[in-house]
């Protein structure tokens, strides 16, 4: 597999909040098909080196390349024109705008005198919501009125609608039951046999252990190493991700 | 009975806030009428009570975006003041020199330099607001000052007087309404348009298989609003020009005038004729234009509408902008109406735009607000003023009245929405 030039290589990323270096000279790559965890304790630095990413932050210094090309992502257009989605931690949803309102924000449909096409991107909602959640009903009311799980399924759609090369999911089950779970997981499989690679980040040991291909554990900002999930045991990654120590078997 | 009653709301898919503002706006012109003696229902009154509201009304619309992007606009007296005196000058010491007096192209001139004025000083502070970063009611509170101040350079304190005629005709005057046959014009297009939107939404709805209204609210809904179109133009024209006006229309018309008087209708009012496109477009803008959506996405969640790609801060001169253009749209209703611009003009008026805004169910809190409320809330500020001053209520009481009002209707709205949860 890694012979291919990755989708996405992000060389020696730093980025401070003033004193804080939230990510400090981390490094990690991505291949297509492939799906990187990144793991991590809370404040971590995981969700900052992903916003990098998505273009929502600029790094201090370091380099992405996307297919092996150098790439400027200085806002979140220029990391959709890359075919990088995101599906953020926080969700990033419009709380008074509707599902498909929300679905479509920035790219809306417009019919041919530019004017925005409500029903055909409820239309459209209704469809991939059909695949995606065939639970979810309320195309209605203003996503405020959703439950936590529901707005999860509104962003999650969001990402997965546009033809995304490239996926950044920020603990993407936080709020969902299991069954919405077991859905998500489903969806990770599927999108990763269509050749898309996927930023995984979650808490989860054993959605990690199920889904990722790659790990990549950060501590206090620092990168304390990659490792293949088939190389490691659980117990491994927890002293990876709680005392920051690379397993003594790999080289 | 409350379930039903809830059904039919449903059904015909009104919200309860239109209705609300419309029932107070009712109940409040009958208490009117009453303690007047029935002079506040009147055609006369109805029709002064739609030529003062206009200019309110139109920069309330634009109040709407500013507030639902989490902005405020302290501005926008003293800069219809300033555009206003701007406008005056150019009309009547500048242009005539190059043009002569009263050239017909000169109230077209003065009105598109003070729309492009408006745009740009909207768009600057803007611009100070956006990418400055520096907030919005310091901005504006700032520009309260500075185009206060400008207004009185321009002509040293001194009234501009009088405007040009035909710009005058903006104002509503007595020359400055449709008469009788092109209201009736008016109104049925307006009529027709208002039908065939209707229907064609309906047919778009249904072509993608969602379900619609049952088809007795959508007739409903139609006879409401052909009904209000038309009782207005039959209100509007049954107020007759006064016999002055008359007389010269007859000449004019080289009709003999007769003895026991002529009965010419007004019509429909020049300013009301803008507020009604204004009403138009600006609903259009927020509902079926990206940057309309951009608006209310922003102001519902800022950094959502940041990670979605919108340039939230070119967003924000914008609003500015097309705020400082109906502010300038604004300034030519109130000078024209006035055919005279004074230090005074728009005094306060920033406060009248955001109440009625307000007042019209936009929440300052950001993401929420409409159009229409926006305009309803300028008729019931405005009718209360001018009903408290019919029924010859003190200056210092109306204003106690319109304070209270104005924190009682908010307070209202905020728990309606916690009951509707929304
Ligand atoms: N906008 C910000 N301003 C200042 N400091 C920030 C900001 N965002 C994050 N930080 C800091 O940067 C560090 C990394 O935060 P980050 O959100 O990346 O952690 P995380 O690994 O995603 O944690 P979690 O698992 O809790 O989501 C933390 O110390 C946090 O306090
Ligand atoms: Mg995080």
């Given amino acids: 597999m890694n012979k291919q030039t990755p989708l996405i290589e992000m060389k020696n990323i730093e980025l401070a909040f003033g004193g804080v270096k939230a990510v400090n000279d981390v490094s990690v790559d991505l291949y297509p098909g492939e799906v990187v965890g990144v793991l991590g304790h809370n404040g971590a630095g995981k969700s900052t080196l992903i916003k990098v990413l998505s273009g929502a932050y600029k790094a201090d210094a370091g380099e992405i390349f996307v297919n092996g090309e150098k790439a400027t992502i200085n806002n979140p257009r220029d990391a959709r024109a890359y075919n990088i989605e995101t599906i953020y931690q926080t969700l990033a949803l419009a709380d008074n705008l509707d599902a ?86 489903e969806l990770i499989n599927q999108l990763k046999a269509e050749g898309i690679g996927i930023f995984l980040i979650s808490h989860d040991i054993h959605d990690v252990m199920e889904l990722c291909d790659r790990i990549s554990v950060m501590k206090n900002g620092k990168l304390v190493g990659t490792e293949n999930v088939a190389d490691v045991t659980d117990d491994e990654i927890l002293s990876m991700i709680i005392l920051g120590k690379k397993p003594t078997k790999s080289n | 009975m409350k379930k039903i009653m809830r059904n039919v709301v449903g059904a015909v898919g009104i919200d309860l806030r239109l209705l609300g503002m419309i029932g107070a706006l009712v109940l409040l012109w009958i208490v009117f009428d009453l303690s007047t003696g029935g002079r506040f229902m009147t055609p006369r009154n109805l029709f002064n009570l739609s030529v003062q509201t206009a200019s309110v009304a139109v920069m309330s619309t634009g109040m709407v975006f500013v507030i639902v992007t989490r902005h405020i606009d302290l501005s926008v007296g003293a800069l219809l003041g300033f555009i206003g005196m701007v406008m005056g000058t150019l009309q009547l010491n500048i242009l005539p020199e190059y043009l002569g007096f009263g050239h017909w192209s000169i109230w077209m001139i003065t009105a598109v330099a003070g729309l492009l004025l408006g745009t740009i000083i909207g768009a600057f502070q803007g611009w100070i607001i956006g990418y400055l970063t520096v907030p919005a009611f310091i901005v504006t509170l700032g520009g309260l000052l500075v185009w206060r101040g400008a207004a009185w350079w321009v002509t040293q304190g001194q009234t501009v007087a009088p405007l040009d005629s035909t710009f005058r005709m903006l104002g509503g005057g007595v020359e400055g309404t449709l008469g009788a046959q092109l209201s009736w014009l008016v109104g049925m297009v307006a009529t027709i348009a208002a039908v065939v939107t209707m229907v064609l939404a309906r047919r778009r709805k249904s072509s993608h298989g969602f379900k619609v209204k049952p088809l007795w609210a959508e007739y409903a809904q139609g006879g409401i609003v052909t009904l209000f179109i038309l009782g207005y133009v039959v209100i509007m024209n049954a107020y007759p020009l006064p016999k002055g006006a008359a007389k010269r229309y007859a000449e004019a018309e ?149 304070g209270v009002v104005l924190v009682l209707a908010v307070f209202i709205d905020i728990v309606y929405r916690r009951r509707a949860g929304v």
């Fill in chain 1, 100 to 185: 498909a309102s929300n679905l479509f924000l920035g790219r809306e449909i417009v019919n041919k005198f530019g004017m925005v096409d409500d029903d055909a991107m409820e239309a459209e909602t209704r469809k991939i919501m059909q695949r995606l959640n065939p639970n979810f009903t309320n195309f209605k009311s203003p996503v405020s009125a959703l439950s936590g799980g529901q707005r999860q399924s509104v962003a999650i759609t969001r990402a997965v609608y546009f033809n995304a090369r490239i996926l950044i999911m920020d603990e993407p089950t936080a709020a969902l039951g299991p069954q919405e779970t077991a859905m998500v997981a």
């Fill in chain 2, 254 to 402: 080289g009709i003999e005038y007769p003895a026991d008087g002529l009965f010419i209708s007004h019509g429909i009012a020049i300013p009301v004729i803008i507020l009604l496109v204004v009403a138009i477009v600006m609903t259009v803008v927020a509902q079926k234009t990206r940057f309309g959506r951009y608006v209310f996405a922003t102001g519902g969640n800022p950094d959502a509408a940041e990670l979605s790609g919108i340039n939230t801060r070119m967003l924000t001169v914008k609003v500015f902008a097309l705020m400082g253009a109906l502010t300038a749209i604004a300034a030519v209703i109130a000078s024209a109406r006035l055919g005279a611009v004074g230090n005074d003009l728009g005094v306060l008026d920033e406060l009248r735009v955001i109440a009625a805004a307000v007042i019209g169910g936009t929440a300052l809190s950001g993401g929420i607000g409409t159009i229409y409320g926006a305009i309803i809330g300028a008729v019931i500020m405005q009718s209360l003023q001018s009903g408290m001053a019919m029924v010859g209520v003190d200056a210092p009481l109306q204003s106690i009245v319109v």
